[in-house]
């Protein structure tokens, strides 16, 4: 069989279509303002937006077994297909999603492209069609090349694959320069921008992502091309052939020493999967929109990623708050003497979170003696705190580090669920190669199966993986609050927010961890040595993420002390709903005076619009028409005169609102506000 279907690559290699006809075919959305077209010789795709391209013609291409795919004589087979009607989704940003997508799907003997197209975008992907056995994918070729290399682009950069915690940049396409170099060698990655990617071109916005990535590496570009032809060449991780458990953070940021924080890579092979020979690979998405503010409403990432098991049962997953220890390094402030990790200080925890109606504590990094997760602190008793726990109604959630995990995923899920904790955060992946993700979808599946929830900290954005596994609620790949503990106000932390919401939470929820009550004025901020951090801006902005940032699992990084004291803010906080029935765009941009915000719709009825502001001082106007119709009640917490200079303050009001009557807010640098309407 092998030889008959490296025999059948060779000959479409040479062009050998017996049945070629097409050699150029298109989906278009329903709404008819969006197209890909996809051209077989040489094989490449195009995008439009109202008849406008706004991605170049880009080539596309893929080596399986060493053999290029090619079909220099056109398709062999092209079917057109709709897909209609409306996907339930209770742990999502709407309650709802419509599924209507054109797909054309198209064949050249024993693989094949599907292009589709949705209102909020389109996307294309790979298919194998090797039947009864396993294939090596030696490359993938997924070049994008903007329609317009003048127009700007927003990206993320690292050097390391799936270290996803940078600030964006902003710069015109053909400005842009990505490393050649090799990074360090234990690591194997370089110098590359990682998804989600925004550009600007024809007046219109289109944003890169990738989903449903099964088995495989995730999506990165590098810089290719001359200063004329601005074209982003793909770049995915080898599959790794040699690893270490390793901890340390030596020179050149990874120099590994043997422990059990990370798994790295110390040899690669020279493909990046080996995987079934009947297969889709994943979507290359391109979400487009005419103001990049409609980001937030794009479903194609979850509408595109593979189903949930229609006999799983998922009815028992309970999104939630969560009251975070590390952040706040414990509450040391109040309890000192406790040194942070003890059986007090978790009780402390537990008992404000049930007083408070918070449905979850974390035990992060402490609990376990030198990561050893089979072997509890000293001072940490665990098998006590989680009955202690579930008598006051608060799940316990256990922080992890991956390599104490992998390899034993039906083990930890299984010993620690019947000892009673609700789900596990698990961290520092740390990469994006296919063997990685193999190891996020079997602990995903092993936690299904005994009724356990998942954070994925320390790894690369969302890939749709949570419509099939909506235990898995949360995922970090975001420059987000924890990198407060050793900020230097060296960058404008306000903007990369901003950016934040349009760019990376495009691509799904996300581990941003907001609820900072030490809040300083921009370009004053004091971190103590990550002993007492805080945030950059007002206490309304954070308030204002609670409702804006998308996070099933969404923690409250402060110390009960610091909620205590502003106890006023912390009940609204803890209030705001984490899964919704409805959200909408309200406008903003990503220049550097932008501001990113939209309304939500919680599923008893009640409306939540908040926004977020860079470091320049902002006037928005909240347009109240997605109330549709009635009168409103509107609390309110906004940024007050002092806010700039005195962060912590702020005005708490209420008025009565007629929908679509507008609300003028004056946001401080680093400012926000928040609203919550009821009838």
Request: a neutral charge; charged letters at 25%.
């Amino acid at each position: 069989m092998k030889s008959i279907a490296l025999a059948a690559l060779a000959a479409l290699a040479a062009g050998c279509c017996i049945t070629c006809r097409n050699d150029k075919v298109s989906a278009v959305s329903p709404d008819g303002r969006n197209e890909i077209r996809l051209y077989a010789e040489p094989l490449a795709f195009e995008v439009l937006r109202d008849g406008k391209v706004v991605v170049a013609k880009s080539e596309i291409g893929m080596t399986i077994d060493g053999v290029p795919l090619s079909c220099k004589g056109g398709f062999t087979s092209v079917v057109k297909t709709s897909e209609k009607g409306v996907l339930e989704t209770p742990v999502y940003k709407k309650a709802s999603i419509d599924l209507a997508t054109s797909t054309t799907r198209v064949d050249c003997g024993i693989w094949g492209v599907d292009i589709a197209a949705r209102n909020d975008g389109v996307a294309y992907r790979f298919r194998s069609q090797v039947v009864n056995r396993e294939i090596t994918v030696d490359s993938e070729k997924a070049d994008v090349v903007p329609a317009d290399p003048k127009g700007t682009c927003w990206f993320y950069h690292t050097g390391y694959f799936g270290d996803e915690e940078s600030v964006a940049k902003s710069m015109p396409v053909d400005e842009v320069r990505t490393a050649d170099k090799e990074g360090p060698k234990n690591w194997g990655g370089s110098e590359m921008i990682y998804m989600p990617m925004l550009f600007k071109a024809a007046g219109k916005y289109v944003l890169m992502t990738d989903a449903d990535v099964y088995d495989y590496p995730v999506w990165n570009v590098k810089r290719g091309g001359g200063v004329a032809e601005a074209k982003f060449e793909s770049v995915f991780a080898k599959h790794p052939k040699k690893t270490v458990h390793a901890t340390g953070w030596g020179k050149n940021r990874r120099t590994f020493e043997r422990g059990g924080r990370w798994i790295s890579i110390e040899e690669s092979e020279d493909f990046i999967t080996k995987t079934a020979g009947i297969r889709t690979f994943p979507w290359r998405c391109f979400m487009l929109a005419d103001e990049p503010g409609r980001f937030c409403e794009s479903d194609i990432v979850f509408a595109l990623s593979r189903p949930q098991d229609p006999k799983g049962d998922f009815s028992w997953v309970r999104p939630g708050k969560v009251a975070w220890d590390w952040w706040n390094c414990f509450d040391n402030r109040r309890i000192p003497e406790n040194k942070g990790i003890n059986t007090k200080t978790y009780e402390r925890f537990i008992d404000f979170a049930s007083k408070n109606g918070v449905e979850y504590v974390i035990f992060d990094e402490g609990w376990s003696e030198d990561l050893n997760i089979w072997k509890y602190h000293p001072s940490v008793d665990v098998p006590h705190l989680v009955d202690y726990a579930a008598k006051r109604g608060v799940g316990i959630i256990l922080w992890m580090a991956w390599a104490q995990v992998c390899g034993d995923e039906a083990k930890v899920a299984d010993y620690f669920g019947k000892l009673g904790v609700k789900g596990f955060k698990v961290d520092f992946m740390d990469r994006g190669d296919a063997a990685v993700e193999r190891f996020l979808w079997k602990f995903a599946d092993e936690c299904a199966k005994r009724k356990l929830v998942v954070d994925y900290h320390g790894v690369h954005r969302p890939t749709g993986m949570s419509r099939a596994y909506p235990n898995v609620l949360n995922y970090e790949g975001i420059h987000g609050l924890e990198q407060a503990k050793w900020f230097s106000n060296k960058y404008d932390f306000p903007l990369s927010d901003v950016r934040s919401f349009f760019l990376r939470m495009s691509a799904g929820q996300m581990d941003y961890t907001p609820g900072a009550m030490l809040n300083f004025p921009i370009g004053k901020y004091v971190n103590e040595g990550g002993s007492h951090p805080g945030s950059v801006g007002t206490r309304c902005r954070q308030m204002a993420m609670m409702a804006l940032y998308e996070a099933p699992l969404q923690m409250l990084c402060d110390s009960p002390t610091n909620y205590e004291n502003n106890m006023e803010c912390f009940k609204f906080m803890a209030a705001t709903p984490v899964v919704w029935a409805d959200t909408k765009a309200l406008g903003g941009g990503v220049g550097p005076d932008s501001v990113a915000g939209c309304a939500r719709k919680a599923k008893d009825g009640s409306w939540y619009a908040a926004a977020i502001c860079s470091s320049e001082a902002t006037t928005f106007e909240l347009d109240t028409s997605f109330l549709g119709g009635g009168s409103w009640n509107a609390e309110i917490f906004r940024d007050g005169a002092e806010s700039a200079e005195k962060p912590t303050t702020y005005v708490h009001e209420t008025k009565s609102v007629a929908s679509g009557d507008k609300i003028a807010f004056q946001m401080a640098p680093g400012g926000g506000f928040v609203v919550k309407f009821t009838k």
